[in-house]
């Protein structure tokens, strides 16, 4: 089950790499635009330094998550799924801030959330055992 929830957790991270990709490196871009529903380049424009800084969040919740993966591979469990969960847990959260702030990106917060929260139960439910 730890297998499972680093995998997870692994998937999660990649997805917050392409979400830092599209926020902090293609903002103005047709499928940035489309993905966040920012309208014309214009627009994307006037936010585009709100993106970038918000892209870094997600790269850095992403790293954190490999960097964990890369301590319990190498036998460091604890300080692994310390950060795993931290990284993963953290990705979670910012899930539940959109969705609570903004009904309308319940579609988004699922896309964000669902993965690394399966990742979290699965990865406690493997240290448990």
Do not use: C
């Amino acid at each position: 089950m730890i297998f499972v929830g680093l995998a997870l957790a692994g998937l999660a991270a990649l997805i917050h790499v392409f979400i830092f990709y599209l926020e902090s490196i293609a903002w103005t871009s047709e499928r940035a635009r489309k993905t966040f529903g920012t309208g014309t380049v214009a627009q994307a424009e006037t936010q585009k330094a709100l993106a970038f800084n918000q892209g870094f969040y997600n790269l850095f919740l992403a790293i954190t998550v490999f960097i964990g993966i890369a301590f319990v591979i190498a036998g460091n469990v604890p300080v692994g799924a310390t950060l795993v969960f931290t990284g993963a847990g953290s990705m979670v959260a910012a899930s539940l801030v959109l969705i609570l702030s903004d009904h309308s990106k319940a579609s988004a917060a699922l896309k964000q959330g669902v993965i690394p929260a399966l990742g979290v139960i699965a990865l406690a439910l493997g240290l448990a055992i």
